[in-house]
């Protein structure tokens, strides 16, 4: 039987299928769902169980409440970094090394998120902070309410960003605009990155939902052998020339010409426009 506080941190991702969309909305709206209270364990399982499952064809990530996600859980960061390490009046020392631990604790979402061989959609409704943006980064698709923000305030905190942002940002929107979202740590409108090349759209709040569930409809016609294939391209594109890049092309069309998705798409392809045309004779 579920316990009390088992049933409270699976309540912290709420999971809907809605059509091929494997929906997954961060449910702490009190904290603006900061990253807190079992939160980033929940949705680690729940990226993994909509990957093995064939009916989630294309996940969708969204927030409860007024933000998407806040970022780490600063009132729980003070209690075991500021009351805790400090009760004998000493500051805490900064570790003389990186710890062993460090590589595996730190962008566990937006690795999990990278590696998933669906495709992600961000359906940002509100703040997207710290961590929080760094997950917006990770997805394949932003749609944006318009009354999202986006912000790289890890600095407000004296820290940088740890979830991915050094490397995702500035790839997607350049090494300028990446530079000013993270030394300013400012929280930024989405009038204002409007043209940087961030947001796929930008929908009135009330559409937020709609609009990200027709997108993942459009997606998820295509079959999902191919749609793993071609994200996990996009990103491996982006490390290599042209000329190598037909390398992994090369080998995997191979793979995908020898599937049963490629032969039915063709069989399919070529069936539905006869029947079209005997349709006009």
């Not at 000493?90 to 570790?95: F, I």
Request: glycine residues 8%; proline residues 5%.
């Amino acid at each position: 039987m579920t316990n009390q506080t088992d049933q409270a941190d699976r309540d912290v991702v709420l999971v809907e299928q809605i059509g091929a969309a494997r929906v997954l909305t961060f449910n702490r709206p009190e904290s603006l769902n900061a990253m807190g209270g079992g939160l980033p364990v929940r949705v680690l399982e729940e990226l993994d169980r909509a990957d093995a499952e064939d009916e989630a064809r294309v996940v969708i990530l969204t927030g409860a409440g007024r933000g998407f996600c806040a970022g780490g859980d600063v009132k729980a960061m003070y209690r075991t970094r500021v009351q805790d390490a400090g009760a004998d009046g000493a500051a805490a020392q900064a570790p003389r090394a990186f710890p062993a631990s460090a590589v595996f604790s730190q962008g566990a979402i937006p690795q999990k998120i990278r590696k998933l061989s669906k495709p992600v959609i961000g359906a940002i409704n509100g703040d997207a902070a710290g961590a929080g943006c760094d997950i917006a980064l990770s997805v394949d698709l932003r749609i944006a309410s318009e009354r999202a923000r986006f912000g790289e305030v890890f600095g407000r905190m004296g820290l940088i960003p740890d979830n991915g942002g050094l490397y995702l940002l500035p790839r997607l929107v350049g090494m300028a605009r990446a530079a000013e979202m993270i030394l300013t740590a400012e929280m930024f409108t989405v009038d204002q990155i409007a043209d940087w090349g961030l947001l796929n759209a930008v929908v009135p709040h009330d559409d937020l939902m709609p609009a990200a569930l027709e997108f993942a409809e459009r997606i998820a016609n295509t079959p999902p052998l191919a749609l793993a294939t071609a994200k996990w391209g996009l990103q491996r594109a982006q490390h290599a020339d042209f000329e190598t890049s037909f390398d992994w092309v090369n080998y995997s069309m191979n793979l995908l010409r020898a599937s049963p998705e490629h032969k039915d798409a063709v069989a399919r392809f070529v069936e539905e426009r006869a029947a079209r045309r005997a349709s006009s004779d």
